[in-house]
């Protein structure tokens, strides 16, 4: 069997976001594989663990996605395969350029990131799943194979609430909080990952949304302090008060 | 023709249904009249309200919820309808099935939109991106799909006229995708991403018992509960009610944060309130460089005088 975690490279969330010329400039600031394919590139490498096969990682983005590629590979995948483009791609191009990669890779499921941190969009695995006719489960808290890989089942958040499907493979899943807990690269692991096949494939494609501007309008705050230490009573009183006479939204 | 899908369930149109609406009318310079789909089983009593919103109006009897039949009918809609942009609600689930519709329409998707406009013959939007932190402006040439991030927009009112309607008969993929169980969780007053008031509870209530008193609070204010993943991961509260990151992104007039220490993956999900007021023992929590209102203080004694004084309010 083969598994695959596409991931993505972003800015650490923790790491203070500059502006330049109505872009994000990147320069300086921690990238790291983003934390939300990290759960996607543990599950591939637990179920190859499980069932034998291979764990591989697929990376659509600049040169420097190779850092992200190889953190995953120090955790424990096989190998990856790097479609290298320096433009930048809405989610539905990501989708349509990594279609032929996928398909041809052939693998038992695919998993990526249920939101990627830095667009802040939730479509590269529903457009994915839509490029290569497969269904999607997004938002996977749980996931076990069943028929020797010809389903799975997965359990995976609602709007409200949760269910518990029984999906055909391949197919493609999103990750959500809970779904495992990633481990750490070892040293040992980060050795091997030096030598570990990364296949690089160039693309030229055109995306379909243009980024006009981008800018940090961060709302001023009153950081008005009632000190509630003394007189609880007093204080929230006063800011029941506050919130009903000046802002007036209770 | 634009096409509106509008989010329902099963009894009345959804809010995000009337913002989404909104959006749709905003664009008849460039994408003509309103057009509506209905999605889902049993559609007829609220047929009864939509079509007082459209021009035209389609019912998809497809089922119960998956994301390949609602991007299916959808798009049989827009075949039919003939349009060049489809409007949804930004919900979770509206966001799983659009990419499948844009990818399938060759069209442009713009997510979880905060406002949409027109320059000559392209759909703007400006919507957040890197966790909240950043507002950015989006260009795309037709034909575009694209979701409305909820209590973005004013509520559509209806029109003089009620509109056509028609059932559709839509082609189902098969797809194997079999639904074994659904946990619905029953919510009591009003959902979270359209709530206009959150009260959240942290780590520091201490057990799932106080939120007891959280929810007293929400539910004299007329507002909704919100948790934070610590207090979700401990099994105090429903994931539904998770705000942040990896749960959902509220805009309410205020927040208010009871013993939440907000960390940045919290405050992606919270940032953009209106209002935000803290409880907090910890004079240093990063809740209080983005509230407007604090209150350094047990959350134990606060949170019961809070109570009081919203009861008096009410009087």
């Known amino acids: ?250 | 023709m634009i096409l509106v899908v509008l989010e329902h369930d099963g009894q009345r149109l959804r809010k995000g249904a009337l913002e989404a609406i909104t959006r749709a009318r905003q664009l008849n310079a460039i994408a003509g009249s309103v057009a509506g789909v209905l999605i889902g089983e049993n559609l007829a009593a609220v047929a009864e309200e939509a079509k007082r919103y459209v021009q035209a109006l389609y019912l998809a009897e497809v089922g119960p919820y998956t994301a390949e039949g609602w991007a299916a009918a959808a798009y049989a809609a827009q075949q039919k309808a003939g349009a060049q942009v489809v409007v949804a609600t930004g919900s979770r689930q509206g966001r799983s099935w659009t990419p499948r519709l844009a990818y399938r329409m060759g069209a442009a998707l713009l997510e979880d939109t905060l406002e949409t406009g027109t320059d000559g013959a392209k759909v703007i939007a400006t919507r957040y991106s890197f966790l909240n932190r950043v507002t950015e402006k989006q260009s795309a040439a037709l034909p575009v799909v694209f979701t409305v991030k909820p209590n973005t927009t004013p509520l559509a009112e209806p029109l003089g006229s009620e509109g056509t309607v028609e059932t559709l008969s839509v082609e189902l993929p098969a797809v194997g995708v079999e639904v074994m169980e659904r946990v619905v969780e029953q919510k009591k007053g009003v959902s979270l991403a359209e709530a206009t008031i959150v009260v959240t509870g942290g780590r520091g209530l201490g057990s799932p018992q106080a939120f007891a008193q959280v929810e007293e609070l929400a539910d004299l204010l007329g507002g909704a509960v919100g948790a934070t993943r610590a207090v979700v991961d401990a099994g105090w509260r429903p994931y539904g009610e998770q705000v942040g990151q990896t749960g959902k992104t509220v805009q309410p007039n205020v927040y208010i944060a009871l013993a939440v220490s907000g960390a940045v993956q919290h405050q992606a999900g919270m940032n953009k309130s209106k209002y935000i007021a803290a409880v907090n023992k910890d004079p240093e929590a990063p809740i209080f460089k983005v509230a407007d209102y604090g209150v350094v203080g047990d959350v134990h004694q606060v949170l019961p005088a809070l109570i009081e004084a919203a009861k008096k309010l009410k009087d």
């Not at chain 1, 109505?22 to 996607?40: F, K, S």
């Not at chain 1, 481990?183 to 690089?200: F, Q």
């Open chain 1, 1 to 250: 069997m083969k598994f695959i975690a596409v991931i993505r490279q972003v800015p650490d969330n923790e790491a203070k976001l500059r502006i330049e010329g109505g872009r994000v400039n990147y320069e300086g600031a921690t990238l790291i594989l983003d934390q939300m394919d990290e759960w996607g590139v543990e599950e591939v490498i637990r179920l190859k663990e499980q069932y034998g096969g291979e764990a591989v990682i697929v990376a659509l983005g600049p040169e420097r996605f190779e850092e992200a590629i190889r953190t995953a590979l120090a955790m424990g995948a096989d190998r990856g395969v790097h479609l290298v483009t320096e433009a930048s791609l809405d989610p539905i191009t990501q989708a349509q350029a990594l279609a032929d990669t996928l398909r041809d890779e052939a693998p038992t499921l695919v998993f990526t990131g249920g939101q990627q941190s830095d667009w802040d969009s939730q479509a590269l695995g529903p457009a994915i799943a839509e490029a290569l006719g497969w269904p999607v489960v997004t938002w996977t808290t749980s996931l076990e194979l069943e028929g020797q890989g010809a389903y799975a089942k997965a359990k995976h958040d609602l709007d409200e609430g949760a269910e518990v499907v029984r999906v055909a493979l391949p197919a493609v899943f999103t990750t959500q909080q809970g779904l495992n807990e990633p481990r750490y690269p070892t040293l040992p692991g980060i050795m091997k990952a030096k030598k570990k096949e990364i296949r690089k494939v160039p693309i030229a494609f055109e995306g379909k949304v243009e980024t006009l501007e981008q800018t940090i309008q961060e709302r001023r705050r009153l950081n008005k302090v009632i000190d509630g230490t003394k007189d609880p009573v007093a204080a929230a009183d006063e800011l029941v008060r506050l919130l009903h006479e000046e802002a007036k939204v209770i």
